[in-house]
């Protein structure tokens, strides 16, 4: 909605997508979509961006905004970066978006590709990681997942309860947060 006190008030939080590949329809007319500069390349795990500057991305009319998201960082050996990006209110207008989110089927395990030499990741089940992601937003219980949770060496709870995970869900049935609260909470 219009911020009409102005300045930079948050639309949607700076956050990451969780999945594989979003498609976005941004209305040509309101830039308020902002991308933080990306990781140096090469780099590996979270980049909160601390000093690094917001960019207005301006929609070109008739094009689309594609970003990359966590299971892509995955998949590519860390060669592809999910960006940290944010929205800003405007003073005036209203911002109107379509986004759609490619992801993978729920019982997926996300690993590198072989062909990209060793593993940066070790295996991350997609239904788990977005129920995670999930309840860390919405449904405020359980800890904000991250990919650097997966980082080859890691130490994370996330790589033992999502054995637990695979072994309870059942995603041909529509999946309950509350139902299985237990096993997505610290």
């Known amino acids: 909605p219009p911020n009409p006190g102005g300045g ?10 969780a999945g594989f590949l979003t498609v976005l329809w941004q209305d040509p007319d309101t830039h308020s979509l902002q991308v933080q500069q990306p990781m140096p390349v090469g780099s590996v795990g979270r980049y909160d961006g601390a000093g690094g500057e917001w960019t207005t991305v301006i929609p070109v009319k008739g ?13 590519s050996n860390n060669r592809y970066h999910a960006p940290l990006h944010r929205v800003l209110t405007h003073p005036t ?50 800890a904000e997942i991250q990919v650097d949770d997966y980082l080859e060496g890691s130490v994370s709870r996330h790589l ?24 997505l909470v610290n």
Request: proline share 8%; net charge positive.
């Open 8 to 17: 930079e008030t948050l639309g949607i939080s700076p956050h990451r997508d």
């Open 160 to 183: 033992h309860q999502q054995i637990a995970f695979e072994r309870m869900v059942d995603f041909r049935v529509p999946f309950s947060v509350e139902q299985y609260r237990s096993l």
């Open 63 to 75: 094009a689309l905004t594609i970003n990359t998201g966590d299971m892509a960082q995955i998949w």
């Open 93 to 142: 207008w209203r911002r109107y978006s379509a986004p759609f989110f490619y992801n993978p089927g729920y019982r997926t395990q996300v690993a590198p590709l072989p062909s990209l030499g060793k593993p940066t990741f070790t295996p991350c089940n997609w239904g788990y990681f977005r129920a995670q992601r999930f309840a860390g937003d919405f449904a405020d219980f359980g």
